[in-house]
């Protein structure tokens, strides 16, 4: 029997999500997303669209209604809404789950119950825990919104006691932790998948390179010895084992001066630095998603080339309309999200370079320079 698929969100992530359901008419008949944005990327590309905001309590139900099972491609849905959809809706990965790693405190103190590393962190309600925070931690120090917050938008570099109340009035009214700063050497990630029936693959261990607390690019594989990618494997595996529920989850970890892993974050839905998934391995974390929450065998998650994604960001300095970008080079491939305006380093589209037959790291590195200034926004 075919499925109607809701997800909540039609940015890029539900458009390639959308991409890759249209690729399994035997499975999924119909795509629906909710989003707010009228003429949204995944409506682009055949997804029906509700315009309604995604914590609007009727538009989801009226999703609910319409699909066989939803999922999603932001954390910020309304967990409890979800919950109460849930008897009658297929919804994965689950509301529980989503109300846990949506707050980035409950999803820490998680973490942390289950003995898996994370920075040190506490709760922030008012200037004197703050204070407190700060004379334990040391300076720098990061104040992080527990919710909503992405591409670095919701954290605050606190260098000095000056920044204090610049940083509080930044986040007015909002709930707060504070996170110790790491020094990390490198940032990882880990795309991990598991099937309504509990199997469970994971994708090779990724190199993320942010820039203003934004994913710039992505190496496949990380560049870390053997044991460093060990203890990230280990470590995506036993969060694995405690989060509940179906469908890709995206593990953010730092690597440590001491080569030690610990996790940043972790997100429940397809995630950016698994993008170069699309061309480097035989099933992409979109399709993966969908084996996953539809209770289908996982595809192959092993790496066949090298790949480098590039994120292509809206300039700082720019808002509007731009011109439209292309690229003709071998083993580049460019997948843009349909936004007609540009905003400052607003994701517009990006690209995985993919290396040749006995093609280095370093030959590719070189190469994607050359590349990158061809899609300057
Ligand atoms: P995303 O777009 O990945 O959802 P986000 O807005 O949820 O991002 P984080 O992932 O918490 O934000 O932080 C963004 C970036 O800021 C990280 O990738 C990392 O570069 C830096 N960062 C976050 N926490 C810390 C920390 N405790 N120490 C040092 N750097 C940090
Ligand atoms: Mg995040
Ligand atoms: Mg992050």
């Given at each position: 029997?075919?499925?109607?698929?809701?997800?909540?969100?039609?940015?890029?992530?539900?458009?390639?999500?959308?991409?890759?359901?249209?690729?399994?008419?035997?499975?999924?008949?119909?795509?629906?997303?909710?989003?707010?944005?009228?003429?949204?990327?995944?409506?682009?590309?055949?997804?029906?669209?509700?315009?309604?905001?995604?914590?609007?309590?009727?538009?989801?139900?009226?999703?609910?209604?319409?699909?066989?099972?939803?999922?999603?491609?932001?954390?910020s849905g309304d967990s409890t809404i979800l919950k109460n959809v849930e008897k009658n809706t297929k919804i994965n990965p689950s509301p529980e789950t989503l109300r846990i790693i949506q707050d980035k405190f409950l999803q820490k103190s998680f973490l942390k119950e289950n003995n898996i590393p994370v920075p040190e962190f506490i709760k922030i309600e008012n200037i004197e825990e703050l204070k407190t925070g700060l004379r334990n931690f040391g300076y720098p120090a990061l104040l992080k919104a527990r919710r909503d917050a992405y591409d670095g938008r919701g954290n605050y570099?606190?260098?000095?006691?000056?920044?204090?109340?610049?940083?509080?009035?930044?986040?007015?009214?909002?709930?707060?932790l504070l996170e110790k700063f790491?020094?990390?050497?490198?940032?990882?990630?880990?795309i991990a998948s598991r099937n309504t029936k509990g199997q469970i693959k994971t994708y090779?261990?990724?190199?993320?390179?942010?820039?203003?607390?934004?994913?710039?690019?992505?190496?496949?594989?990380?560049?870390v010895s053997h044991e460093i990618t060990k203890k990230a494997e280990v470590i995506a595996e036993k969060t694995m084992q405690v989060l509940k529920g179906a469908g890709i989850f995206g593990i953010e970890m730092f690597v440590t001066q001491e080569d030690d892993i610990v996790i940043n974050e972790i997100a429940p839905r397809?995630?950016?630095?698994?993008?170069?998934?699309?061309?480097?391995?035989?099933?992409?974390?979109?399709?993966?998603?969908?084996?996953?929450?539809?209770?289908?065998?996982?595809?192959?998650?092993?790496?066949?080339?090298?790949?480098?994604?590039?994120?292509?960001?809206?300039?700082?300095?720019?808002?509007?309309?731009?011109?439209?970008?292309?690229?003709?080079?071998?083993?580049?491939?460019?997948?843009?999200?349909?936004?007609?305006?540009?905003?400052?380093?607003?994701?517009?589209?990006?690209?995985?370079?993919?290396?040749?037959?006995?093609?280095t790291m370093e030959e590719l590195l070189k190469k994607i320079e050359k590349i990158k200034e061809k899609v300057v926004v």
């Open positions: 029997m075919t499925k109607v698929l809701g997800i909540i969100g039609g940015g890029q992530l539900g458009m390639m999500i959308t991409e890759a359901a249209k690729k399994m008419p035997q499975h999924i008949s119909k795509i629906i997303v909710l989003d707010p944005t009228k003429n949204c990327p995944a409506s682009q590309v055949g997804a029906e669209q509700i315009i309604a905001d995604f914590k609007d309590k009727n538009a989801i139900v009226d999703l609910a209604n319409k699909s066989d099972i939803i999922t999603y491609e932001i954390e570099k606190i260098d000095s006691e000056k920044d204090i109340q610049k940083a509080l009035d930044y986040f007015k009214g909002q709930n707060l790491v020094k990390f050497k490198m940032e990882v990630s880990v090779p261990l990724v190199e993320n390179i942010h820039e203003q607390n934004i994913l710039r690019e992505t190496i496949a594989p990380a560049r397809v995630h950016n630095s698994g993008h170069h998934t699309l061309q480097s391995t035989k099933t992409s974390q979109f399709e993966q998603h969908l084996r996953a929450i539809l209770g289908l065998e996982l595809g192959d998650t092993e790496l066949l080339h090298p790949t480098i994604m590039y994120n292509i960001l809206g300039d700082v300095s720019f808002e509007g309309k731009y011109a439209p970008i292309n690229i003709s080079e071998e083993n580049v491939f460019l997948k843009m999200y349909g936004k007609e305006i540009s905003k400052p380093l607003r994701k517009l589209g990006h690209f995985n370079l993919v290396a040749k037959e006995g093609e």
